[in-house]
């Protein structure tokens, strides 16, 4: 059913071949900037925090405001130990793949740009399956509060590659899943090519959710499912290799990390209606909607995952 | 809802006693009413006599008969489609005088949008008009399709949805608010290919009436409009055929007597032909190899005259739009279909000379379907609605009321997004299907009346009732949008009920032969609600009942008018005031997705609120003469406001237009030629957009500001035509006298050249937002985008008819 949009709108530009677009110069006041929280905490992980500001939608975004952006004096919470601030411009070397790992922006820019995060180092803190982690941020004069539970963790029966339709090299991922008999349950899913492969595709500094892996067991509770994954990849991502025909699939020969996680509802209901918004850019027919957050008095996600990893090579 | 007995026996005694012929030897007048072109006689047509204050309505067989003091009397008579006609005639003592009237149909010789002149002086109705097909067959057309729906859209007060669109809003209803009737059955989307083009052939249609403000009591159901469609009835005299060529659809049409003078048939079909034009040419093996699309429309219509004042007659609709994608490369395969389907079978019967007796029986169906797949996992979805609906009413004169009064009774039932998934051997749960079963029933009786010479009054009370029952499972959702419980309902076990009165008042003060006031207040009950996610009007739009949580829309709308004829009658002027308001307006929670319905009520995920609209119609027409037309504008302003919308703060209506201009000329210029043009424009359609963006897993996110609170550019467009008619004569030389004679052709036709969007206005059909590059390669920008939909676009249509 999310696809009948989509679907409408093939329609329409396939009928009216003649519609034509221009580029328009639109005057949007910004509104009033509002406190965005970023966080994670995951089974085996510490909590990691970020604090940043909306931006008026039209205005220029650069590096340096999205660096910018970032709110570096906030003191933020989790469960009442307070985090560790630590900037990118402060970080030793060998730390900053680690950063680049959680941000993506590569590391030698990071070095530069003072963009400030928050840490959970306290051991206490290093996330639990079956464990609440309330969230507090103090910062502009508000305070912004959130929990979020990490599930127990819940592998998949089965992973494996499949080419596709007529395809020689490209395919998708498959996994079985048997979901428990209580309602509620979620799942995201993360891939990362780690290569090296014998096409030379690029290995992924980090992992990447794939596009419409949010999903809960609404209409498959207590049941096992065979469920379709196609490869995580950048945003706006200008590599070869998340461009053309090897788009979004992963390719014969490819090794990566197929990393499955479980977590909350609120948590696959902000990462729905943030897929839902983010696939429905330009669509005429989609209601103009925000994401239903998880963060009292602010916006963005604190999320918890229980996740484990499998190891797969792409072989049909 | 129970019918009170009383009401019906009341009826039935009325026209008894009417329906009683007084001694003869007494003074009056009798006729007989025909169509001038065919002679077929017109039953049903109303028939007053100035200032007796009298009327009639003419039988089964065109015939009326009243009785009259003798006197000098102005003998009116009116029939929807034709040309109403007025003559002098002086009844003597002791004597029935005969008049016959012969009314033309409406041709191409006059352009008018409400034939009988003065009308709009006279009659106590405003916020009306009645187009006929001809009219709007002379007008641009897009892409050669002639649409009467399209046309509405060029009358003040009625406002397109958009670009290309058939979907309209009336005086800030929204789109549901628009009750269409097709020979009296409910049309629940009316509209072919996402809206484009209407769902009613012009070949197969007689006249459409508009009521946009003061809608008699026999209406209702909706709050903003009526817009009753009349399908043509076929010749009893003789066989006859038209039809036309146009480039993306053909139509034909063939009617005739089934018993000659007694019984007709017409039939009519129209489908596009884009896929089979474009078949050969693509590529079976490209992304959209797999994809075709095509419309269909059948209509059909049988009349029997029995006699002895009475007839009836069987008229049915079927139509399907149906669309087909698969990709070979991604396995990815869709079908989407939707469609109506109506029949219709109407009595008539003359009791007297003075009362008129219509039963009608409707059936309406409209459904939805969706079929996606990929792989091995299928999804269905399926919307339906099903409506049987029986309505009697009497119409009589009594003195000089001219009274109507009947019952409607509709049975729904409705269906919203009943979804099914499979994946393999593997059935997804999505819980019980929905249904929602439910009776809706009217009664109404409305007067027609004089007061004195200036004042002419039209009051009606209409009483409606709406019974939700089940079988029926109302899902009880925590503060987390999850079931806590569910309560279930028996079949036939009240779910909810709600009943409420419906006055209505129109007023007309005549100041002087040349000018009019009228005052109207309306008030309708809606029990029936389109709920649609997204922005624009689409056949997944979900229709859902009144039931314990939906409450009925309730609407008061107060219109003043001043009516004033210039010229001689060469132009026809009038000025309207409205103001409207509205309560349990609904619209889906912010947030709601297309599967949250899935397995639960569609209705936990509505909210609802109030909205009003004001505005403001001018309206100039000039009615004769060899250029006609029109110009109408209206000044309005329409806001809705919901608790759980918008912080809860008031916004535009999605359709909130501020300006409103339409400019629509025709010229006759020769017997061969006619030229018409039109000239469209409206203040930008309301839009949310996004205030601010911030930044999750690196992928621009939006914050969208206040609701619908920035306007896309303004809409404006010019169109022009010209119909050629081919000579219908032939010029042959008699072998026998060596004579030059000329003989009526076989075929007649007419060439339609139609220019759309003359100048080539990219009006804005939507925005977009574009983001490329990353943030961390310093190369990401937005870039905001308007999509357009039709430049120039020249077509031409040829049509023809023996």
């Not at chain 1, 905490?41 to 650069?62: D, H, I, L, W």
């Amino acid at each position: 059913m999310k696809r009948k949009p989509a679907i409408l709108l093939v329609l329409l530009l396939a009928i009216f071949s003649q519609a034509c677009e221009k580029v328009i110069e639109i005057d949007v006041p910004a509104g009033e900037p509002k406190l965005v929280i970023e966080g994670r905490v995951e089974n085996g992980q510490p909590p990691v925090v970020f604090v940043t500001t909306t931006r008026g939608f039209f205005e220029p975004t650069s590096l340096q405001d999205y660096a910018d952006s970032f709110v570096d004096d906030a003191e933020v919470t989790v469960n009442g130990i307070e985090l560790a601030r630590i900037c990118s411009d402060e970080l030793p070397d060998d730390l900053l793949p680690i950063f680049e790992e959680s941000t993506g922006i590569p590391a030698d820019q990071a070095a530069e740009l003072g963009i400030c995060g928050y840490v959970g180092l306290n051991p206490n803190l290093i996330g639990e399956e079956n464990t609440t982690y309330r969230l507090e941020v103090r910062a502009r004069d508000q305070v912004l509060t959130s929990a979020a539970h990490i599930p127990n963790v819940l592998s998949p029966d089965s992973v494996w590659f499949r080419l596709w339709a007529d395809s020689p090299n490209f395919g998708y991922v498959f996994a079985n899943l048997t979901d428990p008999d209580t309602s509620g349950n979620a799942y995201r899913v993360f891939t990362r090519r780690i290569g090296p492969n014998m096409n030379d595709n690029p290995v992924d500094p980090t992992f990447y959710p794939s596009l419409g892996a949010s999903f809960a067991d609404d209409f498959f509770n207590d049941q096992t499912i065979e469920v379709v994954f196609l490869r995580g990849q950048p945003p706006n991502s200008s590599r070869p290799v998340d461009t053309g025909e090897s788009a979004r699939f992963f390719e014969t020969g490819d090794r990566f990390v197929f990393k499955f996680c479980s977590t909350t509802y609120p948590v696959y209901d902000f990462f729905n209606t943030y897929e839902a918004q983010q696939g429905s850019t330009g669509s005429p027919f989609a209601a103009p909607n925000n994401l239903n957050t998880n963060i009292n008095g602010g916006l963005g996600i604190w999320a918890a995952y229980s996740c484990t990893t499998d190891t797969i090579t792409a072989v049909p | 809802m129970k019918i009170p007995k009383a009401f019906i026996l009341s009826l039935i005694l009325s026209a008894a006693l009417l329906g009683h012929r007084s001694a003869s030897g007494q003074s009056g007048v009798k006729g007989k009413v025909t169509a001038a072109e065919s002679g077929e006689t017109l039953p049903g047509a109303t028939v007053t006599l100035d200032p007796s204050g009298k009327g009639a309505i003419t039988d089964a067989d065109g015939d009326f008969e009243l009785e009259l003091e003798p006197g000098a009397y102005t003998l009116t008579v009116r029939y929807v489609g034709f040309e109403g006609q007025s003559e002098k005639i002086r009844v003597k003592p002791g004597e029935m005088r005969t008049a016959n009237v012969a009314l033309g149909s409406q041709t191409l010789r006059e352009v008018k949008i409400e034939a009988l002149g003065q009308e709009h002086l006279r009659g106590a109705q405003m916020g009306t008009a009645n187009l006929d097909m001809e009219l709007i067959e002379t007008l641009p057309a897009f892409m050669g399709e002639v649409d009467l729906l399209k046309t509405l859209q060029l009358l003040p007060g009625v406002q397109a949805a958009g670009e290309g669109n058939a979907g309209f809003y009336v005086r800030g209803g929204g789109p549901d608010q628009n009750l269409i009737l097709f020979d009296g059955a409910p049309v629940y989307n009316a509209a072919h290919l996402l809206g484009f083009f209407s769902v009613f052939n012009s070949d197969a249609i007689e006249d459409v009436q508009l009521y946009k403000g003061g809608m008699p009591a026999n209406f209702g159901e909706r709050l903003a409009s009526v817009i009753d469609v009349r399908q043509r009835q076929g010749s009893k005299e003789e066989f006859k055929g038209r039809g036309g060529v146009g480039l993306i659809s053909s139509r034909a049409t063939f009617e005739g007597p089934i018993k000659k003078g007694k019984s007709s048939f017409i039939f009519s079909g129209r489908r596009t032909y884009i896929d089979v034009l474009t078949r050969p040419f693509i590529n079976k093996d490209a992304t959209f190899g797999g994809s075709q699309y095509f419309f269909y429309d059948l209509n059909g219509r049988l009349d029997f005259n029995l006699g002895e004042g009475s007839d009836i007659y069987i008229s049915a609709y079927a139509g399907d739009d149906a669309f087909g994608f698969s990709s070979a490369q991604t396995e990815f395969s869709t079908d989407l279909d939707w469609g109506n389907r109506i029949l219709t079978a109407g009595w008539r019967k003359r009791i007297g000379e003075k009362a008129l007796f219509n039963l009608k029986g409707t059936y309406t169906n409209y459904r939805f379907g969706f079929t996606g797949g990929q792989d091995e996992f299928e999804l269905r979805v399926r919307s339906d609605i099903r409506d049987y609906r029986i309505q009697p009413d009497f119409t009589f004169y009594l003195g000089g009321h001219r009274i109507n009064a009947g019952v409607l009774y509709t049975f729904h039932d409705i269906s919203p997004n009943n979804s099914s998934a499979v994946q393999g051997e593997t059935v997804f749960d999505l819980g019980v299907q929905q249904q929602y079963y439910s009776h809706e029933g009217a009664a109404w009786i409305a007067d027609e009346f004089d007061i004195g010479d200036r004042i002419r009054v039209e009051a009606g009370l209409r009483f409606s009732g709406f019974a939700h029952v089940g079988p029926f499972n109302r899902y009880l959702l925590d503060a987390n949008g999850n079931n806590r419980d569910t309560v279930s309902y028996g079949s036939g076990e009240r779910v909810a009920d709600y009943f409420g009165f419906e006055p209505r008042f129109q007023m007309r003060y005549k100041i002087d032969e040349k000018s009019s006031v009228k005052a109207s207040f309306t008030q309708n009950y809606q029990y029936i609600h389109l709920a649609n996610i997204s922005p624009l009007a689409l056949p997944t739009d979900v229709w859902l009942p009144s039931t314990d949580l939906v409450e009925p829309l309730l609407g008061r709308q107060y219109a003043l008018g001043y009516f004033r004829d210039l010229y001689d009658g060469k132009f026809e002027a009038s000025v309207e005031v409205y103001y409207k308001d509205m309560k349990n307006l609904v619209e889906y929670k912010e947030n709601t997705q297309p599967t949250d319905g899935v397995g639960n009520n569609e209705d936990n995920f509505l909210t609802f609120g109030r909205g009003y609209s004001q505005g403001v119609e001018l309206f100039l027409r000039k009615v004769k003469g060899k250029t006609t037309g029109w110009i109408g504008y209206t000044l309005s302003k329409t806001e809705r406001q919901f608790d759980a919308l918008n912080d809860g703060r008031w916004y535009p209506a999605p359709f909130d237009t501020r300006h409103d201009l339409a400019i629509v000329a025709a010229h006759k210029i020769s017997d061969k030629w006619t030229v018409s043009s039109n000239f469209v424009y409206g203040t930008g359609r309301p839009i949310t957009l996004p205030a601010n963006g911030y930044f999750i897993e690196n992928r621009l996110t939006l914050d969208y500001g206040p609701r619908n609170s920035f306007r896309m550019a303004d809409y404006h467009r010019l169109d022009i035509a010209a119909t050629y008619t081919v000579d219908p004569m032939r010029t042959t030389t008699d072998p026998v006298t060596g004579e030059t004679i000329e003989k009526q052709k076989r075929i007649q036709s007419k060439w339609v050249f139609s220019i759309y969007n003359v100048y080539s206005r990219l009006n804005p059909y939507f925005y977009y937002f574009d983001n490329e590059g990353r943030v961390e390669e310093n190369t990401f920008q937005i870039t905001a985008r308007q999509v357009s939909l039709f430049p120039i676009l020249p077509s031409v249509t040829w049509n023809f008819s023996f």
